[in-house]
Nanobody, 123 residues
Framework: QVQLVESGGGLVQPGGSLRLSCAAS????????IGWFRQAPGKEREGISC????????YYADSVKGRFTISRDNAKNTVYLQMTNLKPEDTAVYYC????????????????WGQGTQVTVSS
């Protein structure tokens, strides 16, 4: 059974950093594309980063490029999202997902989702 569990969210001041984790089970992580998404209140879910299976090629939305880094530890079956220089507009529930045939930042392509972790950026 495919399962994704996010962790690492919390309250951080503007300019601070957080590292989110996405622990995967029930499938082989290194062959699977993983996406990170976020959803703020009243807004649609948006893709912010993804990593392809195999080569591990990474992609970022313009809004987070240069601040967020996605990485994968196959031995731990975990994908990370390192977030730096956080801004209030980064406040959202963050989700990881898998089940897409290719790495994509469009939510509609992903079949399996975690429960999400809240990130709040505020002074």
């Amino acid at each position: 059974q495919v399962q994704l569990v996010e962790s690492g969210g919390g309250l951080v001041q503007p300019g601070g950093s957080l590292r989110l984790s996405c622990a995967a089970s029930g499938f082989t992580l290194d062959y699977s594309a993983i996406g990170w998404f976020r959803q703020a209140p009243g807004k649609e879910r948006e893709g912010i980063s993804c990593i392809s299976g195999g080569s591990g090629r990474t992609y970022y939305a313009d809004s987070v490029k240069g601040r967020f880094t996605i990485s994968r530890d196959n031995a731990k079956n975990t994908v990370y999202l390192q977030m730096t220089n956080l801004k209030p507009e980064d406040t959202a529930v963050y989700y990881c997902a898998t089940g897409a045939g290719i790495a994509s930042m469009l939510p509609k392509f992903y079949r399996y989702w975690g429960q999400g972790t809240q990130v709040t950026v505020s002074s």
